[in-house]
């Protein structure tokens, strides 16, 4: 039983349902039944005993069985709902929407708890380059690809999201500025050591990032801003860039 997933989506909680469904079942049935016992020979309370348990065990199990299971698999089709309704559908990360929803929830804590974190935002370097050769279907599978790289160099508690696009956006709850620098540098790296094959060509990608990060309460715009400023920088210096800020403090530059 300790084994066993008791969350709404989990078998353990049919099972102590039917448990104890079933046991109520039959405290109840005794319980109706005790005021008839004064009036009765020892056989038949015997005989009523036995049939008051009998009776729940054989009837009520089927039914909270049931009951049980409709109701997990009503909470794994709402599970699978809103995981839909807050992923994209093509990269598999979050939504714009759930990302912003999540960090906003998060830097709301923080104005609590001061506990800094960053934000990055990476754009695809000359992702237009890759549909007007190849096509749009091809580009989407770049797309899914750089998706793939951001999650597996990043923690399991960082958040990915597309924001749109080519672009997309990385939260690092936590996140101290040196950390959050080599967590860009890391994805930039990863991404630049990739081979995105179409039509039996091997393409070289590459992505620029923009950082922003804080110690301090901050608006999810004002961090956005920020980082979106110095992703526009690192284009601007060339591409295949990571460039850093703080806010509230001064700007990092890595090549």
């Known amino acids: 039983m300790l084994g066993l997933d008791f969350s709404p989506r989990g078998w353990g909680r049919v099972i102590l349902w039917v448990w104890l469904g079933t046991g109520l079942a039959i405290v109840a049935t005794l319980a109706m039944d005790t005021y008839n016992f004064g009036t009765f020979t020892h056989a038949q309370v015997i005989r009523a005993i036995i049939t008051d348990i009998v009776l729940p065990l054989v009837i009520a199990p089927p039914i909270l069985f049931f009951l049980s299971y409709k109701l997990r698999e009503l909470a794994i089709a709402h599970h699978k709902l809103a995981i839909a309704a807050s992923t994209d559908s093509l990269t598999e990360v979050l939504n714009r929407g759930a990302f912003t929803t999540l960090v906003d ?73 040196s950390r959050a620098e080599l967590a860009a540098e ?28 804080f110690e301090r309460g901050v608006p999810f715009t004002e961090l956005y801003r920020a980082a979106d400023q110095r992703l526009y920088a690192a284009k601007q210096s060339g591409r295949n860039r990571v460039f850093v800020t703080s806010i509230g403090g001064v700007a990092q530059a890595a090549a």
């Open 105 to 177: 929830a998060y830097l709301n804590d923080v104005r609590l708890h001061q506990q800094g974190g960053a934000l990055l935002v990476v754009d695809v370097d000359n992702f237009k380059r890759i549909n007007d050769s190849f096509g749009h279907d091809r580009g989407d599978e770049a797309l899914r690809l750089i998706a793939a790289t951001i999650r597996g160099a990043l923690r399991s508690v960082d958040l990915v999201g597309r924001l749109g696009g080519e672009e997309f956006g990385i939260f690092l709850p936590g996140s101290t500025p």
């Open 186 to 213: 890391r994805i930039r790296t990863a991404i630049s050591a990739t081979r995105f094959v179409a039509d039996g060509v091997s393409n070289e990608l590459s992505v620029s990032v923009g950082g922003a990060t």
